[in-house]
Every structure is written in structure tokens, then in C-alpha cells.
T-cell receptor, first 112, second 116 residues
Framework: DQQVKQNSPSLSVQEGRISILNCDYT??????FLWYKKYPAEGPTFLIS?????DKNEDGRFTVFLNKSAKHLSLHIVPSQPGDSAVYFC???????????FGTGTSLTVIP | GAVVSQHPSWVICKSGTSVKIECRSL??????MFWYRQFPKQSLMLMAT?????????EQGVEKDKFLINHASLTLSTLTVTSAHPEDSSFYIC????????????FGPGTRLLVL
């Protein structure tokens, strides 16, 4: 069974607006979370991470929020740009660096 | 939901030996599977695209003679690390999609390889 879930397979957002990508997990022992971005025909590239000791991590236009009680994390992209159109995967691990569990991805389309 | 399994989940081997890692799609057929190498904490590097019934497509810088990929059936791809060395120690992950060219990818749980 999927321990990390991305329930929205796709999302469309207007350029300049906020994109919010969601991810839920079931294992409360997960303590490290990552977001990857994937363009067609390329491998996923690391985007941003957060450890369970934090509830927010920000890097430029990208912010990841972690709600441990809800076992939920989200990626906010503000402002969204057409170049952000890609598939975004979240991943989680227990004991940082060990086995990673991936969501199935959310395809983001930013409309110019 | 779709499940992708990997076997073994971890392996320790001596330098110079070969190690085979299996990636199986358990409840769907996958004409294409992907093999990645995960570096500590962060980056996921695409190594190759495994195509059922044809040769794998390797990414630049990945030695095809060292990392042998065989996509024997629509549910199984294998990665063989030949003559493994300590620098090959890593976490290897596969993924597969239900629909060829589809974006949804189901990732395997990964295989941790330690070469002594």
C-alpha cells in the first residue's frame, strides 16, 4: 500500500498565482521529506526538503510546509511561472537517508 | 493502488562481485521502467530507461557495461551491477508507469547496496 500519497494527479494554475501541491503520508515515523521536480524524458531533480523538526522551509519561490499531526505536507510555489510546469513528486524517509517512499506525482501546468 | 517491488531490499557484497537487483510491477504491465541512483539525502539520478524487448537507454555518464539492464517481461526489469566496487555503494530505485508515456510513476522501495 502507498505510504506516501499525492491524491491530485494534475493541477492547473494561472501564471503569477500560487500553486499548492499536496502530499499525505501514513507512517508517523517518517522524519525527512523531499520534493522532486520532473520534466518529460528527464529524471526527477531535487527541489526542496524538510525535516520533521521544522514545520516550514523556504527557498526562493518554493516553500514546503509540514503538518506532522495531520501527516501532511505541501509545496507552495509563489508566483507560479510557466517554467514550473512539470511533475512534482514528494518522498519521505525514516532515519534520514534510509529507504525513501515516493508519491505518484502531481502534474502541474502553469498557464501563461 | 499499483505496487512496484524491488528485490533484494538490501545487499552487502565483496568488491569485484556482481549484484542483480529486480524491479517488478505487481499488478500492472510496464513497457518502460526507470532506474535511479539516490545519493545521500537528496538527489535522484536517472541512470537508464529500461524498455521491454529492446535495449535500455542509458543516461550520459552511466557505463552500460557496468550497469546491465534487462527488461525481460512486461512486469520485470533487472539491474546488474557488474564487478561492483565500493564507490557503487548507493541506493538504487526503480519506477514504472501504468501507461506508456504517462506521468504517474510508481516507485519501488529501493535497494541499498553496500560494497565492501
Amino acid at each position: 500500500d502507498q505510504q506516501v500519497k499525492q491524491n491530485s494527479p494534475s493541477l492547473s494554475v494561472q501564471e503569477g498565482r500560487i500553486s499548492i501541491l499536496n502530499c499525505d503520508y501514513t507512517n508517523s515515523m517518517f522524519d525527512y521529506f523531499l520534493w522532486y521536480k520532473k520534466y518529460p524524458a528527464e529524471g526527477p531533480t531535487f527541489l526542496i526538503s524538510i525535516s520533521s523538526i521544522k514545520d516550514k522551509n523556504e527557498d526562493g519561490r518554493f516553500t514546503v510546509f509540514l503538518n506532522k499531526s495531520a501527516k501532511h505536507l505541501s509545496l507552495h510555489i509563489v508566483p507560479s511561472q510557466p517554467g514550473d510546469s512539470a511533475v512534482y513528486f514528494c518522498a519521505a524517509s525514516q532515519n534520514t537517508g534510509n529507504q525513501f517512499y515516493f508519491g505518484t506525482g502531481t502534474s502541474l501546468t502553469v498557464i501563461p | 493502488g499499483a505496487v512496484v517491488s524491488q528485490h533484494p531490499s538490501w545487499v552487502i557484497c565483496k568488491s569485484g562481485t556482481s549484484v542483480k537487483i529486480e524491479c517488478r510491477s505487481l499488478d500492472f504491465q510496464a513497457t518502460t521502467m526507470f532506474w535511479y541512483r539516490q545519493f545521500p539525502k537528496q538527489s535522484l539520478m536517472l541512470m537508464a530507461t529500461s524498455n521491454e524487448g529492446s535495449k535500455a537507454t542509458y543516461e550520459q555518464g552511466v557505463e552500460k557495461d557496468k550497469f546491465l539492464i534487462n527488461h525481460a517481461s512486461l512486469t520485470l526489469s533487472t539491474l546488474t551491477v557488474t564487478s561492483a566496487h565500493p564507490e557503487d555503494s548507493s541506493f538504487y530505485i526503480c519506477s514504472a508507469g501504468r501507461v506508456q508515456g504517462g506521468e504517474t510513476q510508481y516507485f519501488g522501495p529501493g535497494t541499498r547496496l553496500l560494497v565492501l
